[in-house]
């Protein structure tokens, strides 16, 4: 007779696997997920996808520097020492990111000037920030104005 974690085991992994197959019948229809304020955005299903495994850190490799060894604050101009910081804990090499999104830009042929690596950071910065601000009554580029002006930098 099966023990009580092996039946939710079981019935976990049944679970797991029907969803998973369901999202699988759904690649490539679009989604509309509705949000407060009668606000929608359509969303398209797309196949599973996760980073490759060169980008997955390895326990035991030696060449990189794991956590925070090695990051000294002082090293940072104190503006941009959490952007740093962040970098740092979010991508295994964050400038080798950079010139993988400058290549693909490159190979589509679009239209855009590429990143340098300041420009990626206050990019990633914006990305966050705009998600916190479309959460709110408060128009972005309003507030992001108003806090300029109140700082002195407009």
């Given at each position: 007779?099966?023990?009580?974690s092996?039946?939710?085991q079981?019935?976990?992994?049944?679970?797991?696997?029907?969803?998973?197959?369901?999202i699988?019948?759904?690649?490539?229809?679009?989604?509309?997920?509705?949000?407060?304020?009668?606000?929608a955005?359509?969303?398209?299903?797309?196949?599973?996808?996760g980073?490759?495994?060169a980008?997955?850190?390895g326990?035991?490799?030696s060449?990189?520097v794991?956590?925070?060894?090695?990051?000294?604050?002082?090293d940072?101009a104190h503006?941009?020492?959490?952007?740093?910081?962040?970098?740092k804990?979010?991508?295994k090499?964050?400038?080798?990111k950079?010139?993988?999104l400058?290549?693909?830009?490159a190979?589509v042929k679009?239209?855009?000037?590429?990143?340098?690596?300041p420009?990626?950071?206050v990019?990633?910065?914006?990305?966050?920030g705009?998600?916190?601000?479309?959460?709110?009554?408060?128009s972005?580029?309003?507030?992001?104005?108003?806090r300029?002006?109140?700082?002195?930098?407009?």
């Amino acid at each position: 007779m099966p023990t009580a974690s092996e039946v939710v085991q079981s019935n976990y992994a049944s679970m797991k696997r029907r969803t998973q197959e369901k999202i699988a019948s759904m690649i490539g229809t679009e989604v509309i997920i509705k949000a407060s304020n009668n606000h929608a955005m359509t969303w398209t299903v797309v196949a599973n996808h996760g980073p490759d495994c060169a980008d997955i850190l390895g326990e035991k490799e030696s060449s990189v520097v794991y956590g925070l060894k090695d990051f000294n604050c002082k090293d940072y101009a104190h503006c941009t020492v959490v952007a740093e910081l962040f970098l740092k804990l979010a991508f295994k090499d964050w400038k080798a990111k950079v010139q993988q999104l400058n290549m693909a830009i490159a190979t589509v042929k679009a239209n855009v000037k590429k990143f340098t690596n300041p420009e990626f950071s206050v990019a990633l910065g914006l990305i966050i920030g705009s998600a916190d601000f479309s959460r709110s009554e408060r128009s972005f580029s309003q507030d992001v104005t108003r806090r300029m002006q109140k700082s002195g930098i407009l």
